[in-house]
């Protein structure tokens, strides 16, 4: 059984920093695209960052561009998103999800990480980022 367990939330300060880990257990990264989405209050869930583990490329949505950082450790199964100068507005849920390493181009491409082609998800852990 594929599993996805996000950790690493919390609740942080304006300009404060967080790291989201990701591990993912009964799937073995091939070509796979690791993707971070985060779904706040009231609005819809948004894709924000995704990796490609065959060749780390990566998409970042503009919002997050220059203060997040994804990475993947693939002997671990584990893919992580680095979070600095965290605002107000990324207050959400985080998710992580896994599917085919082609969603990482499509992104790009779009310039916009979708659900779909996601295969997996995890549970979600929460982010808040307040004074």
């Known amino acids: 059984e594929v599993q996805l367990v996000e950790s690493g939330g919390g609740l942080v300060q304006p300009g404060g920093s967080l790291r989201l880990s990701c591990v993912v257990s009964g799937f073995t990264f091939d070509d796979t695209a690791v993707g971070w989405y985060r779904q706040a209050p009231g609005q819809e869930r948004e894709g924000i960052s995704c990796?490609?583990?065959?060749?780390?490329?990566?998409f970042y949505k503009d919002s997050v561009k220059v203060r997040f950082t994804i990475s993947s450790d693939n002997a671990k199964n584990t893919v992580f998103l680095q979070m600095n100068d965290l605002k107000p507005e990324d207050t959400a849920v985080y998710y992580c999800?896994?599917?085919?390493?082609?969603?990482?181009?499509?992104?790009?491409?779009?310039?916009?990480?979708?659900?779909?082609?996601?295969?997996?998800w995890g549970k979600g852990t929460p982010v808040t980022v307040s004074s």
């Open positions: 999800a896994i599917g085919e390493g082609t969603i990482v181009t499509m992104a790009n491409r779009l310039k916009d990480l979708v659900d779909y082609g996601m295969e997996h």
């Open positions: 990796i490609r583990t065959k060749d780390d490329s990566t």
